[in-house]
């Protein structure tokens, strides 16, 4: 008897899960079954009252347990080898609800992808412990290789390993560690430029999938992600084919719709204006952070995009969560919520004093209302690397707002 599959995306990743039989029933076990949500009202300015109820030190004061309980969560589940994820289900009752679990090169892709994220919070921490520092140098070893990703067609993520890989070596290359050891990496960053360029499409970008097999449209964001770290990588002094970044570039002005937003992917070009608008905010975010990098985008782009993601914000609280992906108001998915506070604040610190602290403020409560009792986050379930990334991506937004806010600023409530 042939099993129907569930196909979930996951901010370039896939999942794989089991569909239901038909007639059957879903789970109705707290916790596994898709919470209701609620349209939030447009027309009130925080519909879900999501506002933070403290500020200024208090505020600090609880964002700073919340960063030392998140680091505390990550050292402790660091695999032995020093990377983090595994292909392992999280879920008891969802035993295939994961993606690359039969695709050696999606598995060891995402362990990739998870190591370099959870690398990029531990290299941004000013004060590591002398734990911390040990678990960032294993980290960076697991990195610092040209070993290629072995490929398998199918639910093949080998981009997203060489993507997020790259976007840790570029920065590793600035550190003191990274320069003694500068030759090994600039080795291990070339080999990340020849995985990207292998699976670039004809149109500029990258489809979810890799593979010249897979077919597909460019997805914005991670065409956008991609090709930023890549012109980062040039600008270091690493050969990168010229295209591997500007007809990415051209390719996202293309996908930029007239209210400033980007469309999910290149089938919607034709119809830039129809295209679920309030789940852009996240990737709107993503992209203008990398056109901002490529010289396309400067001051007023940038402010837009904050508009949108402040407009939208409540929106993409919808799919945070859910078992069921895209089930949310305009298809939005749970993955794209760390995500997106994350390419907000890497593109707002650009900003300087044009971003209030009231939004850097909203963003580190964010983090701490969201936070597990054991210390990490998760937005989507992705076997044993969602909350991985998912407390990366969230210690890495607290480090936003502790860059932003300077400690005596702001008043208490």
């Known amino acids: 008897m042939r099993t129907a599959l569930t196909v979930i995306t996951l901010a370039g990743l896939l999942l794989v899960a089991p569909a239901r039989a038909q007639g059957e029933k879903p789970p109705t076990k707290p ?20 506002a933070p109820p403290i500020s200024g030190a208090k505020l600090r004061a609880r964002a700073i347990e919340t ?5 505390a969560y990550l050292l402790e589940t660091q695999n032995k080898d020093g990377s983090w994820g595994s292909h392992h289900p999280k879920l008891t009752n969802l035993k295939n609800f994961g993606f690359g679990t039969g695709n050696r090169g999606s598995q060891d ?7 370099a994220l959870v690398g990029k919070a531990l290299m941004r921490k000013k004060d590591r412990t002398p734990a911390e520092n040990a678990s960032y140098e294993k980290a960076a070893d697991v990195l610092v290789t040209k070993a290629k990703i072995p ?20 920065d ?14 600039r080795a291990a960053i070339r080999s990340c430029v020849v995985g990207l360029k292998r699976y670039q499409l004809v149109d500029g970008g990258w489809n979810y999938y890799a593979g010249p097999l897979m077919g597909g449209t460019s997805m914005s964001f991670n065409t956008a992600n991609f090709a930023a770290d890549l012109h980062r990588a040039s600008k270091l002094g690493v050969p990168v084919p010229k295209g591997l970044y500007e007809d990415p570039k051209k390719l996202l002005l293309r996908m930029r719709t007239r ?12 119809s830039a204006n129809a295209v679920n608008e309030l ?5 709107t975010a993503a992209c203008t952070e990398a056109l901002v990098e490529l010289g396309a985008l400067g001051k007023p782009e940038m402010m837009r995009s904050l508009e949108l993601f402040n407009e939208g914000e409540n929106w993409l609280e919808q799919g945070r969560k859910l078992i069921r992906p895209h089930s949310a108001v305009h298809q939005i998915s749970g993955y794209f919520f760390f995500y997106g506070y ?27 209302r969201t936070q597990e009792k054991d210390g990490g986050w998760w937005d989507t379930p992705a076997a044993d690397y969602g909350d991985k990334w998912g407390t990366a991506f969230a210690l890495l937004c607290l480090q936003h707002y502790f860059d932003a806010v300077p400690e005596n600023e702001g008043e208490q409530r």
Request: one cysteine or more; hydrophobic letters at 35%.
């Open 67 to 71: 960063y030392r309980r998140g680091f």
């Open 342 to 368: 994350y390419y907000l604040g890497e593109f707002s610190q650009k900003l300087g004093d044009a971003v209030p602290a009231s939004r850097w403020e909203r963003t580190a409560w964010t983090m701490i």
């Open 109 to 115: 892709a995402v362990r990739f992808g998870c190591t």
């Open 279 to 283: 789940s852009a905010g996240a990737r």
């Open 259 to 270: 209210r400033g937003g980007f469309v999910y992917d290149a089938r919607y070009l034709k």
């Open 31 to 50: 916790g596994h079954g898709d919470p209701r949500h609620t349209v939030p009202n447009p027309a009130r300015a925080d519909a879900k009252k999501l």
């Open 151 to 170: 490929y398998q067609p199918g639910e093949a993520f080998n981009t997203w390993g060489y993507g997020f890989k790259l976007s840790f070596l570029v």
């Open 172 to 185: 590793y290359l600035k550190t003191d560690a990274g320069k003694k050891r500068a030759e090994a990496v």
